[in-house]
């Protein structure tokens, strides 16, 4: 059976999620196999996922082929970009070493489990359908953002042990390049505490490298601009501010450091899809709905 909520899947069968490789490829997907044996490839490398493993597939990549056994049963959770923003970016925003463990699924999209860590997943998948079944619970669409935002930490603290206990023998051969290394500085610098910077050229010149080279780099490892995580992180900012302080909106712009406050609704609007006011008048008007 398969449950949506917002840009948000959910699968008990991995063919439910209907969808061409291209749609698919804009969602971070979780697939956790319950029983049985999968074959699939992805990105062009060959992996196989058995009983208690799971398969974490970041956006901009494909699944391409896959074979099962007769037996094969796994849960499937697929988060859109509309999701991601607007519910778990705070919970990547505020960790530190998120794209390390980003860095990491890439090289290792497959990766074992424990008992403990299978029954909290399983826990978390099973609460959250119910509630995305359920249209008449109260509270509903906050609900279903809590347990999605407490999920999402409890997968960044499982990779956080699968990291620790990576010792396998190609190790050396999955250590960040010099590309990577610029990567993890230019993200370093995108989530220090309080930054407000929009501009290209002033993470360039603390990396002491061209915006284009860094542009470059960006583009080739994560298949976006430079321009694209800076606004995400702005973006994310500004609407942590709306949603959950009762500042103004000339003073958000202030903590913004924008020139002015027109200057701040034309970047709003551009990167939210419209005005300061209607961002934060839609959010109450979901809060009354919920």
């Not at 008990?12 to 044996?37: F, H, K, R, T």
Request: hydrophobic fraction near 40%; include cysteine; glycine fraction near 4%.
């Amino acid at each position: 059976m398969i449950r949506t909520f917002s840009d948000m899947i959910l699968a008990d069968n991995l063919d439910e999620v209907n969808g061409s490789p291209e749609q698919m490829s804009e969602y971070l997907i979780l697939l956790y196999c319950e029983q049985g044996e999968l074959q699939l490839t992805l990105d062009n490398t060959q992996y196989t996922m058995h009983p208690g493993n799971i398969l974490m597939c970041m956006p901009q990549s494909l699944i391409g082929h896959y074979l099962r056994t007769p037996d094969f049963q796994a849960k499937v959770l697929a988060v859109g970009k509309h999701f991601f923003d607007n519910v778990l970016s705070d919970c990547f925003e505020i960790e530190p070493n998120w794209w390390q463990k980003a860095q990491f699924v890439r090289n290792h999209p497959v990766w074992t489990v424990s008992d403990y860590q299978t029954r909290l997943i399983q826990a978390y998948y099973q609460l959250i359908t119910v509630y995305a079944e359920d249209e008449a619970t109260p509270y509903r669409q906050r609900i279903i953002r809590a347990m999605a935002q407490a999920a999402a930490y409890e997968i960044l603290a499982i990779l956080e042990q699968a990291i620790v206990k990576d010792t396998s023998p190609d190790t050396a051969n999955t250590m960040p390049g010099a590309k990577d290394h610029i990567l993890l500085q230019f993200m370093q610098l995108l989530n220090r505490p309080g930054n407000t910077q929009r501009d290209v050229q002033s993470y360039a010149h603390q990396l002491l490298i061209s915006p284009k080279y860094l542009t470059a780099v960006c583009k080739e490892k994560t298949n976006r601009t430079a321009s694209d995580w800076i606004n995400q992180i702005i973006s994310g900012h500004i609407r942590h501010y709306l949603t959950y302080t009762r500042l103004s909106i000339k003073e958000i712009a202030y903590q913004m450091d924008f020139p002015d406050v027109s200057f701040f609704c034309k970047y709003t609007r551009k990167h939210l899809g419209c005005s300061p006011m209607d961002y934060r008048r839609m959010v109450k008007q979901d809060a009354f709905n919920s």
